[in-house]
């Protein structure tokens, strides 16, 4: 069974550095073909795709968003990371991380970690 | 960027309805697009991969269709269990959603 799940900081304050974490199971990171990625949406809004990572370790970011944002993954502890860097009022959403097959789709999700960005 | 236009944003249908959503693709995206359900307060859920392949589990009244720029998801006979915001997702190039179609029921 095939579970992902998202924690992250919950409320962060402008400029600093969002850091996320998808501890799952089910598959392996090592796997060929196996992928995390992470999506975000803010509330009452549309689905925003962030970043990919490959059993590989070959990394994809979103163009708009690639001078902020480092994925990263922990194979032995089934773990993969997003961390966005000057995080602004507008990065406020829910994180989703999903397991990709190359290339895609994202056949499994976390239930989302809400992180909002205030003062 | 390839930018991804559903259309209509929003769509009243009745239970058994047959439901067409469409999704645009800015520029030839090689069947690489996948759609999912996303219900009030639930993560978003695969429903067709690769064009026209239908997630285990999916009922079959679900289908999907459409080559180049122009792709469908077609509901063959709506449900209320349907009642949802569906999203096309394009992976061809720098992977893009589109804004999303919300099914309600008339």
């Known amino acids: 069974q095939v579970t992902l799940k998202e924690s992250g900081p919950g409320i962060l304050q402008p400029s600093q550095t969002l850091s996320l974490t998808c501890t799952f199971s089910?598959?392996?990171?090592?796997?060929?073909?196996?992928?995390v990625g992470w999506i975000r949406q803010p509330s009452g809004k549309g689905l925003e795709w962030l970043a990919n990572?490959?059993?590989?370790?070959?990394?994809y970011y979103n163009p708009s968003l690639k001078n902020r944002l480092t994925i990263s993954k922990d194979t032995s502890n089934n773990q993969a990371f997003l961390k966005i860097t000057n995080v602004d009022t507008a990065d406020t959403a829910t994180y989703y991380c999903?397991?990709?097959?190359?290339?895609?789709?994202?056949?499994?999700w976390g239930q989302g970690t809400l992180v909002t960005v205030s003062s | 960027d390839i930018q991804m236009t559903q259309s209509p944003s929003v769509l009243s249908a009745s239970v058994g309805d047959r439901v067409t959503l469409s999704c645009k693709a800015s520029q030839n995206i090689n069947k690489n697009l996948d759609w999912y359900q996303q219900k009030l307060g639930e993560a978003p859920k695969l429903l067709i991969y690769?064009?026209?392949n239908l997630q285990t589990g999916i009922p079959s009244r679900f289908s999907g269709s459409g080559s180049g720029t122009d792709y469908t998801l077609t509901i063959s006979s709506l449900q209320p269990e349907d009642v949802a915001t569906y999203f096309c997702f394009q992976y061809n190039s720098g992977p893009t959603f589109g804004g999303g179609t919300k099914l309600e029921l008339k």
């Open positions: 690769f064009t026209n």
């Open positions: 999903a397991r990709v097959n190359y290339p895609g789709p994202f056949a499994y």
């Open positions: 089910g598959f392996s990171l090592s796997t060929y073909g196996m992928g």
């Open positions: 990572i490959w059993w590989d370790d070959d990394k």
